[in-house]
């Protein structure tokens, strides 16, 4: 981390053209291809000034330069040694001369400069360069593991005191002119944008990046004309503009823009960029930003820890606050502590705040924090630390709680240092800033109950982490009934800064102030197998209250196919059949098979005995498949406690939407699949947010999905590897390359412009993981509203049809009961119950059910279509076997193309039923995963012999005998009919 400020700075204001210092170069380390040059002697390095150092070469892997006053040594790791060195221009083989040293009449670096005041930028290179500090001075490693061959690095070091002392220069240089105090330089750009440009402003230069649609033609830039196109580079001293050396680029402001679209100002250490994007709109429209630079003196700022051993080599983050701005902005850039303890750094004068977090070892975590300090002139911050035991954890009615993780972070967004009891670290030793704020979240346990507890704490409060039983859920575990006796079980919970894993008994508690968790788990059984299932999202209740996880169950198969695009088989339009067939428990988790020890073996077969078709497949092929649900069968052989072999037919892709991105995916996989679209509708907004440009309301996007390594994306599409979102189980990680191809929807080409709104994108994914980690409460956005999407079309309210049923009007057979606005149905005969309601054309009906005894059919009569066609939705119908549209094409619910199969009442639990009808289409969700998406002509539904009085548009409910009910909404609202 360092200060964000420039080393080589721009001045828009037309000085007059006496000579004005610039900024030497202080450090580059540049790498560049080529045989290897001879060594030269070491007095020729201090050609320079002693404050600079400019070095050049090829590295393959890792190694090390260490910098003193007295000399350079390089120490090589791994793979072939550097190539092209040089320092200062001359050229420099480590391999042959390891160590230069320099006389003491000409230093390398001049000894008035600290080392520790060292920042590195790193311009060019594909790995990690990283400062470091020993007892000897400075270290500065390479790492391009992981890499092929050699590659090209350029970094640029300076130095605190070297940087001060420019500023100063620079400040007595301007004030010499004029006998005043140098007044704010000002750029003021006008010009016409049709797309998206921007305009770059270096030490040296000043440069117009074009990205979309037309080049401006006409630029007045402080009331100069330039012409982009003609001339997209020039030397600000060629148009008036003079560059005085030390100017603080970070302190610029946007103090006037104007246009339709963005006006953007982004700053970095040595650049200054101002961007414009019309892209949203067509044409072009007049832009204008009008930018302000103070010119202000950096000053040197020791940073000091009392306990030089915890921090050396540790980074430091500093963070200035900024008016009219929200949160604190943190500065880039790396800042590392020496043996000693201390680290300089040069900042403007300003409010900041300085922090370091690190784990010297596994059982020490360091986080120090200044207060706010104000710098306006040469400072000095002395982190004083106290050191705090292993803190005791207390949970009122809990009883000797052993602590067995911790983690602890700063109020910013920056990560955490975690330690977890183990054989190596049995103990912690925290080291803190006294009178701060923290944030922490900590594990314990007892023989009777596991807690997870997040909290915001006084240093002084850390020792003992104190909490009450009535802010916390407590949760209990238990297993369904017709499980497998498990001999051992356990449950992994992940939340966004760690995961938990503890073993679980009919007796384990769980006791946390956590809203959402994701919870996966596995057990044993007899035979020493072991069943491992996938994790799934859950909300707790609000505390304090009671939550219990009911695990287990019937296993039941699922299976699904289709047939996909598959570039990576040699032609663009290569297809695959895809096929996946799995087991899953009546919660939703399915079971992983790779993890678990269950002999797991399947195979895909064609219903009419020939040899599956190979990929890549040919037209006659995909004919041949056809619809994959009634060609193909998916074959899997296990064993559990026996051996057993499951035989299905694949389901189809189904329907998903979100508020802006629609989709389709295999039925099973509506956890997976929700959260896939959660993050692709916060990439969205963070691409609004970060364009400054709003997103049209009727802006959409349709996923789909190959089988493809690589993504593609555009106006309205974007096409994702299908394995992206099967394998993701992590609700809040930004998605693989999903920001990139949103953007090309936006008129984005691949260019700096993309990548850096990329990086942008994925910032704030990262920093909303560190925001859902600091607050306990939150529940994912996609959970809080699951059916948000379903009001979209809908013209008026819902019709409350509890309310209408009258039993002794409605009731056509059995004895059907109304208690407190809730419907029970018979509990002994079968029955039938008219709906109070004639259905419009296009309707959803929703409902709460719980099945209190037995397990069979629910039928819900519905119509479709002009001709009132109508047809029964049996759920959990065939001793709670399979669901589907009864006698559609005259055949049963429980073998057409609309079967699904399984019950959707595995449980006595509340489960809500949503049918949706159009004229040409019949879809069904329980719970928010679509177990039914029938489209097809109403005309092949029939009604069963028993539904003959149906008459018009009536609806109605039915149920079996033997099975019993409980039904507390029936809600029917009108939709729009697809055109």
Known sequence: MTHNVSSACFSSSPFHSSPVRRLPLILILFFSVGSESAATASDDITAQSGTSLHILANIDGTDQLHISHRAVRWKHGSWAWPTHVEINGQPWSPRQQQTLQVGSDSPFVQSHIRLAGATINKIQGRGQVRLGYDANGLIVRFDDEGHNGSARYEVLITFADQICKQSKQMIQDLTSETGLPPKPLELNIQTKIDGADAIHIDSDKVKWTHYESSWPRKVSLNDRNWDPYAEPVFKPESKGFFIPAGLNLSAAELVEKKGRGAVQLLKSDDRLTIRFDDRHAPGSDHYTARVRIPISQLWPVEIRCDLPQHVVGASLTVVRYEKDKKRPTIIPRQHVFDHLGRTVIALPAGSYRFEVQHQ???????????????????????????????????????????????????????????????????????????????????????????????????????????????????????????????????VKLDFPDSQYEFPITNNSLFLTNRRFLKLGYWFQIKNGRKVVFHPRGYVLPQPPTGHLFELGGPLVGRASAAILTNENLGSPNARQLWTDICLMDPQGHILDHQKSSIDWNWEVQMRDGAAPPKPPLTQEAVQRLGNVTDTVLLKARYQLDQPAELVLSPERFVARKSKRVSTTSPAYMNWRTSAYLAKVERSLSEIASEREIPLNPSYRVKLTWWLNGGAVGGHGGTTMPLSGMTGDFNWFKHPWAISHELLHGFGYGHDEDMNRTDRVVQKRFLEHKWFVADHPNHVPEFLLQPNADLTEFVPGKPVDLLNLIDLERDTLSGEWKLKNGVLFTPTSSGGRLKLPVEAPASYELLMVVTRLKGRDTLGLEIVAGEKNNGTMLALDGWLGRACGLHFLDGRGGDQNESTYQGGVFPDQKEHTILCRVTPESVEVDVDDNRIIDWHGDPKRFRHSSDSAATRGRELFLAETKNVSYRISKIQLRTIKSPE
């Open 360 to 490: 010297p070892r596994p059982q020490v975590l360091v986080a120090l924090k200044s207060s706010r300090v104000e710098v306006g002139s040469a400072t000095t911050v002395r982190l004083q630390s106290i050191q705090i035991p292993t803190p005791q954890l207390a949970v009122q009615g809990f009883r000797r709680l052993e602590l067995t993780q911790l983690g602890i972070r700063s109020i910013l967004p920056t990560g955490a240092v975690s330690w977890k009891r183990n054989a190596q670290a049995e103990n912690v030793s925290l080291v803190l800033s006294k009178d701060e704020s923290y944030r922490i979240r900590v594990f314990g346990s007892n023989e009777y109950a596991q807690v997870a507890l997040w909290k915001e704490l006084k240093t002084n409060e850390i020792r003992r982490i104190q909490e009450t039983a009535e802010t916390m859920v407590r949760s209990s575990f238990g297993w369904q009934s017709e499980s497998l006796p498990p001999v051992a079980a356990g």
